[in-house]
């Protein structure tokens, strides 16, 4: 019995993912349909908003898998878990906002319904999820659901994995114990856990079930030693993972695939394809179409303001690297007087610099100066979020001094990004800037989701604007 109650929801994980992805669609529903009942109560329900909540059951279904909602409990923090559900189903409500401007009918809904509909409906979720938490994690204590771990290799690499897993405790992995060759490794402990033999003890700690999975935390060289204990194993149903020694590496977008039933592994990948990048050209084309179309009036009279400024074109045109190191022409509206240097050579806009004009101050502080990006955005060369493109020269200059500085071009320039709302935006005059820069740009490249762009572009209108290194 203890064996079935241990295993019993890993056993079943693709039917509780299941039951997820029905669950979060019904819920949308049946709050809807509950505001209904209070703030209208005209029965038969109104055909729109029947309507309504047959287009929001669908478009919660679509919707939220793209937002990493489904992901394993054992892998994502609650803290995450909200905010992607919340992020998740405010992308719901804007686009059945959008569906009700398109086919103007918005007239036809009560907006206290709408209200209250959006702030029951993310309650029951954040309700929903903390219960289910809650339940999981007085499974675990009870020993349902957890899963005992013997790592093979007490490395450095095993240490890694000890440590990682003691910064995640909700994912009900415990490691046991480390299964150690080398004869000066036994009765000895890492990380505090016992080195509790040789492999030859693997296949007895299966049989006694103190053990529900085997770790292999070997270097690549000791690919003959991992066959062994394939070959030792293979009469046991326990799970067998092995953990390649790629925490040395910045890699992106790590993962497993099959391409022509071959197993890959992915080392450094752009997170750009597939669903992903269809994905992001939706959301870049649509919201640059929209932006533009808002701030056209603002355009019109900068364009005035600059031309009045000082002689010269209107628009700054300068070639940068793009996605793929490919290069692009990119738009600015010029904030300088025009002037002419050395073949090669770019010199940083500084504090008091004498060729920024009166107006390319304020364009410049207040950022509007990159507000023509938006067309490069709709043209496709650019996105609204990613690392901001940097001159060729500087390029040149940078990619032999910061490892892996190149990069940052696995997806499009953004106008805007995650080093810029963490003030890392400005003159770069010292290369332990210019490395802060190109640290945050990685961690957005390897962390990108819809959901961290919108929460960067809504971090920029809040407070990316006006910066302080920004001249």
């Known amino acids: 019995m203890a064996v079935w109650k241990r295993g019993s929801l890993r056993e079943y994980s693709s039917i509780v993912e299941v039951f997820q992805k029905i669950i979060d669609p019904i819920i949308v529903a049946l709050t809807g349909i509950t505001v209904y009942a209070v703030r209208v109560g005209e029965w038969p329900m109104q055909p729109q908003y029947r309507m309504v909540f047959v287009l929001s059951f669908l478009i919660t279904a679509l919707v939220f898998p793209f937002y990493d909602i489904y992901r394993s409990w054992r892998v994502a923090s609650i803290g995450r878990e909200l905010a992607n559900i919340t992020i998740a189903w405010s992308m719901v409500v804007v686009l059945l906002l959008v569906a009700a401007f398109l086919s103007k009918s918005g007239a036809e ?34 020993d349902w659901n957890t899963r005992n771990v013997v790592i093979v290799g007490a490395t450095e690499l095993g240490s890694e994995v000890v440590r990682g897993l003691a910064n995640t405790p909700w994912t009900g992995l415990k490691v046991v114990g480390f299964i150690d060759d080398h004869p000066e490794m036994q009765d000895k402990t890492c990380e505090n856990i016992p080195v ?13 079930h103190v053990a529900d999975e085997v770790w292999l935390a070997l270097p690549l060289r000791e690919e003959q030693r991992m066959k062994e204990i394939l070959f030792d194993l293979r009469n046991s149903t326990a799970n067998i993972r092995f953990i390649p020694d790629i925490f040395g590496f910045r890699l992106f977008s790590h993962s497993i695939h099959e391409i022509s039933g071959i197993p ?3 080392l450094n990948v752009t997170p750009m394809s597939g669903m992903n990048r269809v ?20 355009l019109i009279l900068i364009a005035v303001g600059v031309k009045l400024s000082s002689p010269g074109p209107v628009l700054f045109r300068q070639l940068r690297h793009g996605w793929d190191g490919k290069p692009i022409e990119v738009y600015k509206f010029r904030s300088m007087i025009v002037h002419a240097e050395p073949k090669g050579v770019i010199t940083q806009a500084q504090r008091e610099d004498p060729r920024i004009t009166r107006i390319g101050k304020f364009l410049r502080r207040t950022s509007f ?21 940097h001159a060729m020269e500087h390029n040149e200059q940078y990619k032999d001094l910061i490892h892996a500085y ?29 490395r802060k820069r190109v640290e945050y740009d990685l961690y957005y490249i390897e962390h990108w989701s819809i959901g961290f762009d919108l929460r960067i572009i809504a971090m920029t ?3 990316g604007f006006f910066g302080r290194n920004a001249y």
């Open 196 to 208: 509790l033999g040789s492999s030859s003890l693997l296949k007895d700690l299966l049989d006694r």
């Open 264 to 266: 890959v592994l992915d």
């Open 406 to 434: 190149m990069q940052r071009h696995r997806v499009k320039p953004g106008i805007t990004g995650w080093a810029q709302v963490n003030g890392w935006r400005g003159e770069t005059d010292t290369l332990d800037k210019m």
């Open 461 to 463: 209108i809040l407070s």
């Open 109 to 142: 809904y009560s907006r206290l319904w709408f209200i209250f509909w959006f702030l029951l409906c993310w309650g029951s979720f954040i309700v929903y999820r903390i219960a289910l938490r809650i339940v999981l994690r007085l499974m675990r204590r009870a």
């Open 279 to 298: 994905l992001k050209a939706m959301e870049d084309r649509v919201l640059s179409l929209l932006i533009l179309l808002v701030i056209s009036p603002l």
């Open 369 to 389: 100066d990159e507000l023509p990006q938006f067309i490069n955005v709709l043209q496709g060369r650019m996105s609204i979020v990613g690392p901001r493109p």
